[in-house]
């Protein structure tokens, strides 16, 4: 129990003035802003990606070309988050943000007009979602950097929570309208009502008023690149999170890329029937907008779950028990045919990969030098985000050759594994972990001396 004047009975003191502790980021004005335009920009985010894959699934019915357009819409992360990085470390990441998201808005825009007006075609798919991946290099590294600059390190660990439970409670309200937009009126306005809503965030950000920042490196750009990898090999807790986030988005995270499969084909029968006046091609585009629904509302969960927390020790074993519960619920909804049972999966699903992610990402961001934030979040997007190309496409050539219950039930089988490993490797690491976070200060509400005083309970 701390004492009564410790930072965490003094958060205690403040929240019950004013914001409950679930929600005490929002007591700053600028993450107000933010949070209040990307919730909207967010629903519009998830409209679109359920409407591209179940415009190509329709255009092609192939599960390759499905995970091939996920991988040209992710690699690119892949090959210039570092560049996004070193970008978030030099350069006024407000502005970088605003910009990003700018160039989102225009290419979604552009999907549009060709979507609309009939001429849209699977090479212009796939060049639009690489170009949307390189900007997703540099808006990754720059929002989860600039995260700090509008809470602070108090607050940082709420904001991310925060920010999870954002893109997930969109995750639960865009697929859901997505999926009666596309059987209604076709792909077209999902892609319309995302272009739009980026004018909300875009809004929110002009409006914010951001301090400078007191530090930014100088030097030649490649020097500070090779410094931010070296920096994340020579950590091992670092190095250790983010194995395991890049193995996760390899084998696991491509059963979203398969779900138009699992809408159509798997769980067209065994209690899929929806009572609606349209037909079976529709319907399967309203199963993919409930089952990505289901998705989200997991998540969603599992990211408000973590904004409960007001200190980040003890994470580490979330991150074990949670990549397992998410194997072992993911090879559950592979072996299920039934339509109500795999969206009733799929919220454990959704719940335990948010918990980790977020969970992780909390710990990394706990970690790292805000000199180097920028560039160690570049590496977190190579890994989250960065990765789950390879395994969209891999994934999708599997589910073309043996079925796409298989390709996920090996996927999972594979994230288990790397739970049990991380699981054994996390004795050995969490006294490190422990020395990071109080040299960044970022103690979560819990005083120094109760903190250094936990052993393996955590």
């Not at 909390?362 to 190579?382: F, K």
Request: hydrophobic share 50%.
């Amino acid at each position: 129990m701390p004492a009564p004047d410790s930072p965490q009975s003094n958060a205690a003191k403040s929240s019950s003035r004013g914001l409950p502790v679930t929600l005490r980021a929002l007591k700053h004005r600028n993450f107000q802003l933010f949070f209040s335009g990307q919730l909207i920009s967010l629903i519009g985010t998830w409209m679109q990606n359920v409407a591209q894959a179940w415009l190509v699934y329709r255009l092609t019915g192939s599960s390759l070309l499905l995970g091939s357009v996920g991988f040209a819409s992710q690699f690119p992360v892949f090959l210039a988050s570092p560049l996004g990085g070193i970008v978030a470390d030099r350069y006024n990441r407000h502005r970088v943000v605003i910009a990003t998201q700018t160039a989102s808005m225009v290419l979604a825009f552009i999907l549009t007009g060709l979507t609309l007006t009939h001429v849209i075609t699977i090479p212009e798919i796939f060049i639009l979602a690489a170009l949307l991946g390189i900007v997703n290099a540099f808006d990754i590294p720059g929002r989860q950097a600039f995260l700090v600059e509008m809470v602070g390190r108090e607050d940082l660990m709420n904001a991310i929570a925060l920010n999870s439970s954002m893109f997930n409670g969109a995750r639960i309200i865009g697929p859901a309208i997505a999926g009666i937009l596309v059987a209604k009126i076709g792909e077209g306005w999902c892609f319309f009502a995302n272009a739009v809503s980026y004018i909300a965030v875009i809004v929110g950000l002009l409006m914010m008023q951001v301090p400078p920042r007191t530090h930014r490196p100088h030097g030649s750009p490649i020097a500070h690149i090779i410094e931010g990898f070296r920096w994340v090999r020579d950590t091992a807790p670092i190095r250790a999170l983010l194995f395991l986030l890049g193995l996760v988005s390899l084998v696991a995270m491509p059963y979203t890329v398969l779900m138009p499969i699992f809408a159509d084909r798997i769980l067209r029968g065994g209690g899929g029937h929806l009572a609606v006046p349209i037909g079976p091609h529709d319907l399967g585009a309203m199963r993919l907008g409930i089952l990505m629904g289901a998705t989200g509302v997991g998540a969603m969960l599992g990211a408000l779950t973590l904004a409960t927390r007001t200190g980040v020790y003890g994470l580490g074993r979330w991150v074990t028990l949670s990549c397992a519960g998410f194997a072992i619920s993911l090879m559950a909804f592979a072996l299920s045919r039934n339509f109500w049972l795999s969206t009733a999966l799929l919220v454990p699903t959704g719940y335990c990969m948010m918990l980790q992610m977020s969970a992780s990402n909390t710990l990394i961001q706990a970690m790292v030098p805000d000199e180097l934030r920028g560039r160690v979040m570049s590496v977190y997007s190579m890994m989250f985000m960065g990765m789950a190309p390879f395994g969209a496409f891999f994934g999708g050539a599997i589910a073309d050759r043996l079925g796409a219950p298989l390709a996920v039930s090996m996927g999972a089988v594979a994230c288990l594994g790397g739970a049990a490993m991380f699981g054994l490797r996390l004795p050995k690491i969490r006294g490190e972990a422990r020395r990071l976070i109080i040299a960044q200060q970022m103690v979560g509400g819990e005083p120094v001396q109760e903190m250094t005083a936990q052993t393996s309970e955590d």
